[in-house]
């Protein structure tokens, strides 16, 4: 049953995060960086401390409390996740929702992933996950097989994309193949220091943890550990991203648009908020799924592949396939249904451990 609820909230989670930028398409008059730095402050800024003062009773003393070189480690991996965050949406915004999130989070995916197991190869810590300990048991082997039926699946997405850009008359001005697969890849490899930013402050959700356990005996593990580690570890993805947004509004001269009466104002702050808030709550619930079904590659795999399937399905919703041939069209639509084989597939792995 714990395994069941762990995958249903990574689902929640997963479609929050393909969802998120959902909201941001009803912004008008804005440029990007505009309505991405507004609903960036709510993402990284106004709702994390505010999910945590909600969850975990005396959450700042325990940031307080904790080593500075556990507060600047996350911190720095937070600043490194922001550049990926960052690049993410200048991904999808050149490659469409469901190929830009297909590529970024297949990357993102294998290295958060794999990368943690290894480094406790090396630093073993007790309850985490060791990639020997995968490689030689059943349910590690399930996993790293899911890891592997989801590259796949990221693998066809992405031919359907370069079978697309063949294809397509009217292209979107916005749709640069090239330019969008270097991004990408960038954003897929530094993304994956989120999860290294998780793994740094742990002891801050074990302290959250711990405290919770003393006062619910019997209970489990407590649902929002991880609420306390948001707090810091997105502090490093507002610096970055609010720096590079302040760049691009002083370059393009477009600091009028946050009073801008031209535009739909009120309703630009509410859908940029909207989207800044959907967005946190993938984590939120990540930190649930996590607490059922344990801190290891499982829960990063299956938060990933749901983001990547919820995307694909939105890009489909969107019709941002129309007008490609029936056999592109099946590519994508094979590629979607390779990574629903994945979830499955990890959700088993898990259930043998």
Request: aromatic share 16%; proline share 3%; glycine share 12%.
């Amino acid at each position: 049953m714990l395994v069941l609820f762990g995958v249903l909230f990574h689902f929640i989670g997963g479609f929050a995060s393909g969802s998120f930028y959902m909201p941001f398409k009803k912004v008008k008059g804005w440029s990007w960086e505009s309505f991405w730095i507004v609903g960036g402050l709510f993402s990284w800024l106004i709702v994390p401390p505010l999910a945590a003062y909600l969850t975990i009773p005396g959450f700042a003393d325990i940031i307080k409390n904790t080593p500075t070189a556990t507060l600047w480690l996350t911190y720095t991996f937070g600043v490194l996740w922001g550049i990926g965050g960052l690049t993410y949406g200048l991904g999808v915004r050149y490659l469409g929702v469901s190929l830009g999130s297909s590529v970024i989070l297949g990357l993102c995916m294998v290295f958060g992933a794999i990368i943690p197991a290894i480094y406790y190869d090396f630093n073993p810590v007790e309850g985490k996950d060791t990639f020997s300990a995968m490689i030689h048991s059943g349910w590690g082997l399930t996993v790293i097989a899911g890891l592997a039926i989801c590259m796949l699946g990221i693998i066809i997405s992405g031919k359907a994309g370069v079978l697309k850009e063949k294809e397509m008359k009217e292209v979107s001005t916005e749709y640069k193949f090239a330019l969008g697969m270097f991004v990408a890849i960038v954003s897929g490899v530094l993304s994956a220091c989120f999860n290294f930013g998780l793994e740094a402050g742990q002891n801050m959700a074990t302290i959250a943890n711990d405290t919770w356990k003393i006062a619910h005996p019997g209970e489990g593990e407590f649902l929002y550990r991880n609420n306390v580690i948001y707090v810091v570890l997105l502090w490093g993805g507002l610096t970055t991203n609010f720096i590079w947004c302040m760049v691009l509004n002083a370059r393009n001269k477009t600091f009028s648009d946050y009073s801008n009466k031209q535009t739909p104002l009120l309703k630009n702050y509410i859908f940029s908020a909207l989207a800044g808030t959907t967005w946190f709550l993938q984590f939120f619930f990540y930190g649930m799924g996590e607490s059922r079904l344990g801190n290891g590659p499982s829960s990063w795999i299956l938060h990933m592949a749901f983001i990547i399937l919820v995307a694909n399905m939105w890009g489909l919703f969107l019709k941002e396939w129309k007008g490609v041939s029936k056999k592109t069209l099946t590519t994508i639509v094979i590629g979607i249904a390779t990574i629903i084989i994945s979830v499955l597939v990890v959700g088993y792995g898990n259930s043998l451990k």
